[in-house]
């Protein structure tokens, strides 16, 4: 876990905890079995930092998903399954006895997790705010594209993955939340078999990601 994304996570703390006077007028949550829709925007700080910035410039980017969450299962449980997409671009690369020269080949890299995650809410009464904690494995899509690509040039693979996460979430009223997630997950293997990655012994293609959040549902 990065220091850049416990310092992001503690700035979203700061920005839900305002909300928090009127989330102890919302309504208590309910203890029956739910279904919610949510939908979650925020920044991922990729692993093989090195790597990335020599083909991208950057060592982030936006991160886009959605998903379904199950609540209430037993007591506090909740299972979730959820998607989501980040984007970079930059130039391939070749390297040749440790040199890096840049080929001038646009590049273009899609990520896109599938996570299933068991976590528990800490539904506390009518608490300020409602931390969860949850875990999960998941399939993590890396596609590398780049136009009049040569054969063996692009990449498009599937990977197991492995999560971690942690959040936060506000009732704002009985069927709408709002809240943040720090979320570390781990990609083993997914690079480092050619190029830039192997030079520089980088081969996790996950991250930490933090991410605010809007769920619909109970």
Known sequence: MTTRAIVAMAF??????????YAQRA???????????????GTVWVSSAE????????????????????TNIWRGVFVQADLARATMSGERLFVH???????????????????????????????RVIPYAGAGLGIFAYREESPFA???????????????????????????????????????????????SEVLNESDAGGTAVRVRIAVGR
């Open 12 to 21: 979203v703390w700061v920005l839900v905890d305002p909300a928090a006077g």
């Open 27 to 41: 309504p208590a949550p309910v203890s029956r079995r739910g279904v919610r829709g949510f939908f979650d925007a």
């Open 51 to 70: 790597s990335f910035e020599a083909v991208t410039g950057r060592a982030s980017t936006t991160t886009l998903g959605g998903g379904v969450q199950i």
């Open 97 to 127: 006895e440790g040199q890096r020269f840049a080929l001038d080949i646009p590049v273009h890299i899609t990520m896109m997790p599938f996570d299933v995650t068991v976590g528990y809410r800490f539904v506390l009464g009518r608490g």
């Open 150 to 196: 040569a054969p063996g040039d692009d990449v498009d693979e599937r990977f197991r993955s492995w999560h971690v996460a942690g959040g936060v979430e506000v009732p704002i009223m009985r069927w709408l939340s709002a809240g943040a997630e720090l979320r570390y997950r781990a990609v083993p293997d997914a690079l480092g078999n050619g190029g830039i």
